[in-house]
């Protein structure tokens, strides 16, 4: 009997749906419940918190909390997991998604856990509201307990290393602890949509991000995470805008990467946090206070843990240290961010767009807009029979290029979308070829919109809500699964999780990529001090054992397009 006990479980994060629960047994759980809990280390608890709040109001609750956590059948598995499976593993690649195990938790245990986190004042005041109860519904909160996933704790956890290095790093042990990072990622694309609003068009001129940063810093917008924020070095008005561009991070080039993770590092908000040893010591959420000679401890024990005077002296700081690794890493796991832009750019009508196309989904539907997203959110989870793993890199079809790397069914017979596509293409040319032209080599989240020719621009405009009034259910179905898909993929987060395996070695470190069941291998080079200044600068050679993993990477509810006018509407703030 496996035994579920909520003080064996920490509150150690939320999003707007689920919170995380790590396994972290106290010093007192006995020897019998460490063994028989052993399947658990390594591993959180993924929750949707409205179901714990129901648990807490159910009038029969289970009468004890020994019960084992029933393995759901293939065909019950939730619509988050169908998704990732069926839609997100063969367009990303299998090595950066684990699906989790699906169990049933007894209702009194999620009870427990209920209580000891609402009364931990760990929840921060903004996400209160989202621990309401709300109805079961019969399909998830019943008889048999709550549905959870059971998933790898990527704070902590590393696969094994590939064969190829194994017993080069067996021969030399490492004594480093484990560093994770968490990254929100955020679209990396600037929209050329001609469904763009006039009154929106700030849009052409920066991505999204920078574009919300701006409007956070003139107050138009407040994110939940503001009010949970640490104190660090901020302006007059309390906002600090970040420097951050998710263009420099999916260039594909080292040096923008670099820069893009420094620039997190300066200004995490809520896009970026640091672990080490499983413990949070960085970005929000962090109940951690790092003091200089914390930092100089965990910098000692990234570079081998040795304080030998004939090694040399590393001229960075723990964050200079870690940006040099992230960078590195996802600099070899380039096949990830590529193929995440690459879904991202599915989003080829902008959220102006979406809300025209979702209004003329529901006119279709007899003004019925339950009937509409019903149709969407089924529609979400069904990849065309055609869609294979190589999704990505699948040969171009003749038409519509710039769909091409959808898993969903085009409707040939929708003469309207080839007609709208075909139009946001040419408008795509246009802005990329006459007027948002870079030098080459360069990456800048603020084009110059000054000198669009506005007739040319009105006027695709005119032209492609003329092509949204004529669409068919099937033409607003396929534009809107893909810009809801983009939509998740623009909202993921990663974890890259690492130890230090070697440091300073003749033998040559073999790299290798991370695959599905086994960790990579990457070789970074930190710069290093010298006496005197007249020496060339020199480097420091650490060998990385790593994973990349994606989270977060849930459907989008179709329901979400109601309010979309409304977040929308906020842009024609910027001018």
């Known amino acids: 009997m496996t035994s579920w006990n909520g003080s064996d479980w920490s509150y ?236 420099n991070l999916f260039s594909n080039d080292m040096n923008q990467i670099h820069k893009a993770i420094s620039d997190l590092m300066n200004n995490m908000q809520n896009n970026l946090r640091i672990w080490y040893d499983g413990n949070q010591i960085f970005g929000l959420g962090s109940d ?30 723990l964050l200079d240290a870690i940006t040099h690794v992230v960078s590195t890493i996802l600099h070899q796991e380039h096949d990830l961010l590529s193929n995440i832009l690459s879904i991202q750019q599915l989003d080829v009508i902008d959220g102006d767009g979406a809300v025209m196309i979702y209004e003329r989904l529901v006119q279709l539907c007899n003004g019925s807009s339950v009937e509409a997203e019903a149709l969407l959110d089924e529609a979400l989870l069904v990849p065309s029979g055609e869609f294979v793993v190589d999704a990505v890199e699948k040969k171009q079809s003749d038409g519509y290029h710039i769909t091409d790397s959808s898993p969903y069914t085009f409707p040939h017979h929708c003469k309207s979308l080839g007609s709208l596509l075909d139009a946001i293409e040419k408008f795509d040319t246009y802005m990329h070829n006459h007027h948002l032209q870079k030098k080459e080599g360069t990456v800048d989240d603020h084009n110059d919109i000054s000198n669009l020719d506005e007739s040319i621009v009105n006027n695709a405009h005119i032209k492609s809500i003329e092509h949204v009034n004529d669409f068919s259910k099937e033409g607003c179905i396929y534009l809107l699964q893909n810009w809801l898909l983009s939509l998740a993929l623009c909202d993921i987060s990663f974890f890259i999780t690492f130890r230090v395996v070697s440091i300073d070695d003749e033998e040559e470190v073999v790299t290798t990529r991370q695959t599905s069941d086994q960790s990579g291998i990457v070789v970074c080079l930190l710069p290093t001090k010298n006496d005197a200044s007249s020496t060339p600068s020199t480097s420091c050679s650490m060998a990385i054992q790593y ?23 906020k842009f024609s703030t910027i001018w």
């Open 12 to 247: 150690t994060a939320e999003g707007g749906k689920h919170a995380i629960f790590r396994y972290s047994p106290s010093s007192t759980t006995t020897t019998s419940s460490t063994v028989d809990n052993n399947e658990f280390y390594g591993h959180v608890l993924r929750i949707a918190k409205s179901d714990l709040a129901s648990t807490f109001y159910i009038n029969e609750v289970e009468s004890t909390s020994t019960s084992t956590p029933s393995q759901v059948p293939s065909d019950c598995k939730s619509s988050s997991q169908t998704f990732q499976k069926d839609i997100i593993q063969p367009l990303i690649g299998h090595q950066y998604i684990d699906l989790g195990h699906t169990v049933h938790l007894p209702t009194s245990f999620c009870s427990q856990l209920y209580q000891q986190t609402i009364s931990s004042g760990l929840i921060p005041n903004a996400r209160l509201s989202s621990w309401q109860k709300k109805n079961c519904n019969g399909s998830v909160c019943n008889e048999k307990g709550i549905a959870a996933l059971l998933l790898r704790d990527y704070t902590s956890y590393l696969s094994p290393p590939p064969p190829s290095a194994s017993h080069q790093l067996q021969t030399k042990p490492s004594t480093s602890k484990m560093f994770s990072v968490e990254i929100k990622p955020k679209a990396g694309y600037i929209t050329t949509s001609p469904l763009v609003l006039p009154n929106h068009r700030c849009k052409y001129r920066s991505t999204r991000y920078t574009l919300q940063q701006e409007l956070m810093r003139l107050g138009v917008i407040k994110k939940g995470w503001q009010q949970q924020r640490q104190i660090t070095i901020e302006d007059s008005c309390g906002f600090t805008p970040s420097q951050y561009s998710p263009l």
């Open 288 to 317: 951690v206070t790092v003091e200089l000679d914390d930092c100089q401890m965990m910098l000692n024990d990234l570079l081998g843990g040795s304080n030998d005077d004939s090694k040399p002296v590393i001229a960075a700081t």
């Open 547 to 569: 994973e990349v993993k994606l989270v977060d990477c849930d459907p989008k509810p179709a329901k979400k397009l109601r309010s979309r006018k409304e977040v929308e509407k």
